[in-house]
């Protein structure tokens, strides 16, 4: 039979075959290629050889398919440093996110012993002051006696004074006998004097301050005690 040994052994020559005893494991570039059994040529080339049944060729060739397909499958599976990073930045969003929802629960717009009426704080005092000294006691704490904007604010504060008692608010003619005016320095309006309550003002032996009484305003005496209301912006807790 046509054994490829025999073959091998005729084409080498003399040299070659010494350098093979010589060089052990190191073999010449001539004579590798015809090397059965070297590290090289173990695998592929034991199932092309013709004494492995094709039967275990093609069992093999799966078996090593399958492992390869597992093998790509778990590769790409592995979340890539920039997948790592991506998700890493939402976690820090989400906390954020979080974070900012219990501040706004946090947040007042106004402290604790005022109350929140369309964008304002107001003070209601428990206690009677002169009309200037409640100026200052408003002043002391950043605000203002009340000056009236709108008519729902002027319907809050009317209600709430009937309530308590005749109120101070920002309103004088202490400059000019009926020339009312704010104490923020803008003119009593035109369609604030329906205001007045029926008969006001009279300024019965001269009243230059203006108070919230029963279901209107009145003139009255500067130097009469009466409560007072404070007012001031709201604090916003929705910045952005
Ligand atoms: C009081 C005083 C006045 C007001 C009248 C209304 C008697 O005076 O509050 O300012 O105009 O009452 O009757
Ligand atoms: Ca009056």
Redesign the pocket.
Same mark, same amino acid.
């Given at each position: 039979m046509n054994d490829p040994k025999d073959n091998r052994k005729k084409q080498l020559g003399p040299l070659d075959e010494e350098q093979l005893i010589t060089n052990g494991t190191r073999y010449s570039i001539k004579s590798f290629g015809f090397q059965p059994n070297s590290g090289f040529n173990s695998f592929a080339g034991c199932l092309s050889h013709s004494h492995v049944p094709w039967l275990l060729q093609v069992f093999f060739l799966t078996v090593f398919s399958v492992l390869l397909v597992v093998i790509l499958v778990k590769v790409s599976k592995i979340p890539s440093s920039q997948g790592l990073a991506q998700s890493k930045e939402e976690k820090v969003y989400q906390e954020l996110t979080q974070l900012k929802a219990g501040v706004d629960r946090l947040c007042r717009p106004c402290a604790w012993d005022w109350t929140y009426f369309e964008k304002n704080c107001y003070f209601f005092s428990m206690i009677q002051k002169s009309w200037s000294d409640s100026v200052t006691a408003c002043q002391k704490v950043g605000s203002q006696l009340v000056v009236i904007k709108s008519h729902e604010e002027q319907n809050f504060l009317q209600q709430t004074s009937k309530k308590r008692g005749y109120t101070w608010m920002g309103l004088i003619d202490m400059n000019k006998e009926s020339r009312w005016h704010w104490v923020d320095g803008s003119p009593l309006t035109l369609s604030f004097m329906k205001y007045w $309550?029926k008969? *006001?003002? $009279?300024n019965?032996g001269e *009243?230059d301050c203006a108070e919230f009484?029963d279901d209107g305003w $009145?003139?009255?005496?500067c130097d009469n005690k009466k409560f007072w209301i404070c007012k001031r912006p709201a604090t916003s807790c929705s910045r952005k």
């Open positions: $309550n008969g *006001e003002p $009279n019965l *009243e009484r $009145n003139d009255t005496k």
